[in-house]
């Protein structure tokens, strides 16, 4: 019994081929595992990307609206250069219409740009959703005209502000 077993154990010396051949599976199923963690990381930077670029935007934009609003004189015209940025049609005669237009436009942009709040550092997150306020609240007074320069000039103000404190760090957020 004893030669059987010695012949057996003869039989099995491990050489380096046999070392590499019993590790090589499971190093290569770490190494799979790994890459796949790895490419599920990047796919949702991905998906995440175009979910805050869109908020991006919409917030880049109404900088660029502010910028261009601070020189324009009535409401009338604040609410043409609403209509070249956003696109609600404000040349209807029906006044109702319009403000339900305008109304359910801000709304839009409100709720598209506050839900995706939370794809930004938190820091930011605060920032963003005053920032989408005080245009809702600019954009209610020149609907009502209730708007009077210095009103104009403390949303435009602020529209800087944000740009110089966080959009530009916002912006570098977006990489993926």
Do not use: W
Not at 59 to 65: A, E, G, M, Q
Not at 110 to 126: C, I, M, N, P, R
Not at 127 to 132: A, G, R, S, T
């Amino acid at each position: 019994m004893q030669g059987l077993i010695d012949a057996i154990n003869q039989s099995h010396s491990k050489d380096i081929i046999d070392i590499i051949a019993i590790f090589s599976p499971l190093v290569l199923s770490v190494v799979a595992i790994v890459i796949s963690i790895y490419t599920v990381q990047k796919q949702n930077k991905i998906s995440l990307f175009e979910m805050r670029y869109k908020a991006f935007a919409t917030l880049k934009s109404i900088v660029l609206f502010a910028s261009t609003v601070k020189n324009v004189d009535s409401n009338k015209q604040i609410l043409l250069v609403f209509d070249s940025f956003f696109g609600t049609h404000t040349s209807n005669n029906n006044s109702n219409g319009l403000v339900a237009g305008l109304n359910s436009k801000i709304e839009m942009i409100k709720h598209d740009t506050l839900t995706s709040v939370f794809l930004f550092s938190k820091k930011y997150q605060e920032p963003i959703e005053n920032f989408v306020y005080d245009f809702q609240l600019f954009m209610i007074n020149v609907i009502n005209n209730n708007l009077d320069e210095k009103s104009k000039n403390d949303f435009c103000e602020k529209c800087s502000l944000f740009t110089q404190n966080e959009l530009d760090e916002i912006s570098k957020e977006l990489k993926i």
